[in-house]
């Protein structure tokens, strides 16, 4: 009699390199010099936000169902007319160069091969045109600051459309850089050579010209119509990034605006503002479908997203996520982080009995009480 070989049964695929996120973190972290690993994690203050974005997260229970004959869940969707295999966005984090020499290009590329989206930052290593042809597919959304002059801002918006990117995204939370202990401890202070990827000393507008105003304050915070009449010069569709409250997304959407990004910058500005994720209902109920919803601050796990997905958003954001896979591995840690995420997600909405992201809302979930 002959026997067939047993195959095992295992939770891993043919790569079982980074089995989990912590293992892809814990890598980022070893690598990184003490000043550059607390600027990569730490927050504003006493990090009260931060600590908050997690506590939100882990404050819903899922209610399953069971039996639902349902096949593979499906994970794609759109955002701002934009096709995604997966509902993840990379965050704009500037300063990439000191995660990995590639920076955002190498990020853009991974998004490219898993199906996701590149926000990419105005403060970047690389210049939004470099950072375009490593991978135009994924290079769809470029991240400015609105604050400086505006003749600047308009060529910061023509280089953008000429690079081919469909929209845009104005971090409305940072008038001015955040208060952060641990930056301060280390006396970190940024090379400008990585965040300097739009403004080289040979261009025509000088780094301190635009990022100056971050440390110091010089002109008068931009308004909301301000900036409303200045983003109708651009055809390209854009999000706020950095909306908490009801109020501020109703004024993001009366200024123009087709998305906004509910976020605390991953707790790194203001802090003692509340957990993204508790702000998302009312915003949600504020603007009901004259915008669309993403979620940034303190996604770390499939089980986070589809979280942030039942309770409103359209798809999330990951920032400290991506930079840890920058960090271990370059662009094929980013590939890693997405597909971690991607299997998780799939087991979580097979378990939860959703047969797609799309349909997921507020009855897959209920309040832990405390
Ligand atoms: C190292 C680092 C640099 C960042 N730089 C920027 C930036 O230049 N512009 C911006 O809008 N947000 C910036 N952010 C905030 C992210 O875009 C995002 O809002 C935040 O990281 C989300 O929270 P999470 O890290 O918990 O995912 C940065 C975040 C990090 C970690």
């Not at 990184?32 to 506590?55: M, W």
Request: glycine share 10%; with cysteine; net charge negative.
């Amino acid at each position: 009699m002959t026997t067939t070989p047993q195959k095992a049964l295992g939770f891993f695929g043919e790569d079982a390199d980074f089995a989990t996120l912590s293992e892809v973190t814990d890598a980022a972290r070893a690598g990184l010099s003490p000043d550059v690993r607390d600027f990569l994690d730490g927050g504003a203050g006493r990090e009260v936000t931060l600590r908050r974005n997690r506590q939100a997260l882990d404050r819903w229970a899922y209610r399953p169902r069971v039996m639902t004959g349902l096949g593979v869940p499906d994970l794609a969707t759109s955002f701002l007319g934009i096709p995604l295999g997966l509902p993840i966005l990379t965050a704009p984090f500037g300063a990439d160069g000191l995660f990995h020499p590639e920076g955002h290009r190498a990020v853009a590329r991974a998004n490219a091969a898993e199906g996701a989206v590149s926000i990419v930052p105005e403060a970047g290593t690389h210049c939004l045109e470099a950072v375009a042809e490593a991978a135009p597919v994924a290079a769809r959304i470029a991240q400015v600051h609105p604050m400086g002059r505006p003749a600047n801002f308009f060529a910061l918006l023509h280089r953008i459309e000429d690079a081919g990117y469909d929209a845009v995204c104005v971090t409305v939370d940072c008038p001015t850089a955040g208060w952060r202990e641990g930056n301060r401890r280390h006396r970190f202070n940024l090379d400008p050579a990585v965040i300097s990827g739009n403004y080289p000393a040979s261009g025509p507008v000088a780094l301190d010209e635009v990022f100056g105003q971050l440390f110091t304050r010089t002109e008068p915070v931009w308004t909301w119509a301000e900036l409303g009449e200045r983003m109708a010069t651009t055809r390209l569709p854009w999000m706020a990034k950095g909306v908490l409250t009801a109020e501020a997304a109703s004024a993001a959407v009366d200024a123009g605006a087709s998305a906004v990004l509910v976020s605390n910058h991953g707790g790194r500005q203001l802090d003692g503002t509340p957990a993204a994720l508790d702000q998302l209902p009312e915003i949600a109920a504020a603007i009901g479908d004259r915008a669309q919803i993403a979620l940034d601050s303190g996604i770390r796990s499939g089980s986070d997203v589809v979280t942030a997905l039942a309770l409103g958003a359209e798809v999330v954001v990951i920032g400290r996520l991506a930079a840890y896979g920058l960090a271990a591995a370059g662009g094929a840690g980013v590939r890693r982080v997405h597909q971690l995420l991607r299997d998780e997600m799939r087991t979580i909405l097979t378990l939860l009995g959703a047969g797609s992201v799309r349909e997921l809302g507020p009855a897959f979930l209920q309040e832990v009480r405390p």
